[in-house]
Nanobody, 127 residues
């Protein structure tokens, strides 16, 4: 498995920006699919953005389209989530996740498609 370490969370005012990073260590290959998920207090875990490392294709939840951007750093095996125009409803613990294979049938937006998870980083957006 790969180890994932997130960073970049914090407190920001509404309208502000944050950049989350997720560094992958260990056995990491270009077949991986990466995802950012979040969980707000009292709510279920939800997908935010996904990225296929081999093709670069991305996907976003409707709630963040046009505001968040997922990207990769091939040299450092790091995936970033740039979050702009933040809203109080974006407040949550954000988790980085990795799926070791891009083949086979799976739902990229489903948490159970991923086999490695980071520890989570808190993002708080004040009104």
């Amino acid at each position: 498995q790969v180890q994932l370490v997130e960073s970049g969370g914090g407190l920001v005012q509404a309208g502000g920006s944050l950049r989350l990073s997720c560094a992958a260590a260990g056995r990491f290959f270009s077949t991986y699919v990466m995802g950012w998920f979040r969980q707000a207090p009292g709510k279920v875990l939800e997908v935010v953005a996904t990225l296929s490392w081999s093709t670069g294709s991305t996907g976003y939840a409707d709630s963040v389209k046009g505001r968040f951007t997922i990207s990769r750093d091939n040299v450092n095996n790091t995936v970033h989530l740039q979050m702009n125009s933040l809203r109080p409803e974006d407040t949550a613990v954000y988790y980085c996740a990795a799926r070791s294979s891009s083949s086979g049938a799976y739902n990229r937006a489903a948490a159970n498609a991923y086999d490695s998870w980071g520890q989570g980083t808190q993002v708080t957006v004040s009104a």
